[in-house]
């Protein structure tokens, strides 16, 4: 019988973690105030004097009673946004739910755990009603890119008298993977809007911008006539559009350090990861289609939009390897896209073209 009773106990307080008690101000004082209560009752053994104390004792005792009553049975979710940038505040949706049958909760307090850094918001609930969820959101923020774990929830009150704070910790793990930052890019250097076709160099082809007006040849398209060009000149026009081959890009980066990374150099290589996400994200607004090399790896982004999560995602993951001693890297195929190359702040001077049409550096403003 004592072997199952104590199986019983063992169980039970494996369901229930164990509470941590921390004093408030006023519980310390009450406290105080008991002891010396209590001190003269024993000296003078004045029976009013043990009244007075036998009534601060039960306080305690009620507020330990209730404040465990306002813990228990409380479930408490976490709903993560779906996509997260570093730098960007996000809401952070919190559910509890009491599954007690006829009491309420009071004064309940979450706390979520994050791994690696304090969490500094906190969900309050003034009454959480028997049988019911109340749901409640807190605003944060992610300073760095890449996968951020939650360990759990801790759930505190000061129910009834608040003379103690009683906590209890809840394991929920779950993890966000956080993308990189993205900065605005309103202006390219001139070479590279010129490159772009987004200045004024003009070149005749299959697009539907606007170009020039020349006579008419044979076999070409009719749909493309100026009508009233035709009519007034009285002979065929014909209306040029702008190439379409500079609507495809291509961006590199570079994952290879050719020494061990300290804080500096850490700064400048999430520096480039940042750059080279907003420059992603510029030219797919923009109507381009991306080609994205890192490393090994190469990810196609569409001007609809399309790929563009999951090459953000991959960003978000990258880590760089060291490597003394790497040759300079040169641009990938296929011809007829403009590649560029995002580089890093150096000692003294950029990294070489090599084939890159331009270099964009993590330490200069773009625009």
Known sequence: MSVSILAALRARFKAEPLRRLRFTREGRAFVGLTLGVGFGAINTGNNLLYLVLGMMLSLIIVSGILSELTL????????????????????????????????????????????????????????VPARAEQQTSYRSECKRRGVHAYRGFQISTRFPFGFFVKIRTVEAASEILVLPRIHPV????????????ETTRPRKGS???????????????????????SARDGRLILREFETEAGRHVGLALDLRVACPI?????????????????????FSEAGYDVELQLGEERRSIGADGRGLIPALRALALLKFSIVPDAPPLSAPGPTGVSWFLVGRRQAETAPAKNGFEHVFMAAEKVG
């Not at 606007?210 to 060009?229: A, N, S």
């Open 72 to 127: 228990r049975h409380l479930r408490v979710e976490r709903a993560l946004p779906a996509t997260v940038y570093a730098g960007r505040p996000f809401l952070t949706n919190i559910s509890v739910v009491n599954s007690k049958r006829r009491v309420s909760s009071f004064s309940v307090q979450i706390e979520d755990v994050v791994v690696g850094h304090a969490q500094t918001k906190r969900c309050f609930f003034l009454k």
């Open 186 to 197: 309103p202006n390219l250097p001139a070479n590279v809007r010129a490159r772009l076709g």
């Open 207 to 229: 697009g539907r911008e606007f170009h020039g007006l020349r006579p008419y040849r044979d076999g070409d398209d009719l749909r493309d006539v100026h009508w009233k060009r």
């Open 262 to 282: 300290d804080e500096a150099l850490d700064a400048d290589l999430e520096a480039s990861v940042d750059l080279t996400a907003s420059l992603v994200v510029h």
